[in-house]
């Protein structure tokens, strides 16, 4: 059974960064995506960003344009994580992140099956 945790998350003040860490662990898969999503109170879900698996040999990302130049994902082979760097942070990234992984590149969060228990982030002003 494949499981996600994410953790980093915390209290930055605007123009600060944060690192958001997304644990695998579990059997991985070929072909797999794993995406970061966040959602803000009264808000829907949101994409932030993905990085493409192909059992972690493609490493090709797509990002919101929210966030475009300021966040930065990546994947550590060896430890088998799925970061999120965010730079330059404003107030409206305010967000619980979650990670997910799933197996077609997409923004949308359905296309993702398993989800990690989310982690927050507060960027004070």
């Known amino acids: 059974q494949v499981q996600l945790v994410e953790s980093g998350g915390g209290l930055v003040q605007a123009g600060g960064s944060l690192r958001l860490s997304c644990a695998v662990s579990?059997?991985?898969?070929?072909?797999?995506?794993m995406g970061w999503f966040r959602q803000a109170p009264g808000k829907e879900r949101e994409f932030v960003g993905s990085?493409?698996?192909?059992?972690?040999?493609?490493?090709?990302?797509d990002y919101a344009d929210s966030v475009k130049g300021r966040f930065t994902i990546s994947r550590d082979i060896a430890k088998n994580t799925a970061d999120l760097q965010m730079i330059s942070l404003k107030t409206e990234d305010t967000a619980v992140y979650y990670c997910?992984?799933?197996?077609?590149?997409?923004?949308?969060?359905?296309?993702?099956?398993?989800w990690g228990q989310g982690t927050q982030v507060t960027v004070s002003s």
């Open positions: 990085i493409r698996g192909m059992g972690w040999r493609n490493g090709s990302t």
């Open positions: 579990g059997p991985t898969y070929d072909n797999y995506v």
């Open positions: 997910a992984s799933g197996r077609i590149v997409s923004r949308d969060g359905r296309h993702f099956d398993l």
